[in-house]
């Protein structure tokens, strides 16, 4: 029978079936649904927010669609240098992070929040 063990600070160790579990470990009555959520005051912790860090092209655009935002980002794309009107429309995946990204939400006026709940939203198309 599979035992579930975390350590000292309630992060998970495993289940361990007729291994014996690291020294120190704490046996908790089950696995958590992700490997990340830690064992506290009896309980898992809530799942981790993920926000992608990329999304593929296609996912970004239907996003902006969605959003209202096509004609708008479209319409700022075209007032930009030719790097990024290359970029805008050739690549297959967009990043979070980088910069050329950052540089058009800060146009738009989006918060750090914001930007995570778009790329959230359009990593489910």
Known sequence: MTKFFVDGNGVYLGGFDGA????????????????????????????????PASVSARQFKLQLLASGLLDEVEGWISAQP?????????SGY???DEPMMQAGFTALGFAAEQIDDFFTAAALL
């Open 20 to 51: 014996e579990p690291p020294e120190g470990a704490i046996e908790v009555p089950e696995a958590p649904e992700d490997a990340r959520q830690v064992w506290q005051n009896g309980a898992w912790s809530a799942l981790p927010d993920l926000v």
């Open 82 to 90: 030719l790097a990024v009107k290359i970029a805008y429309d050739n």
């Open 94 to 96: 967009f990043v979070r």
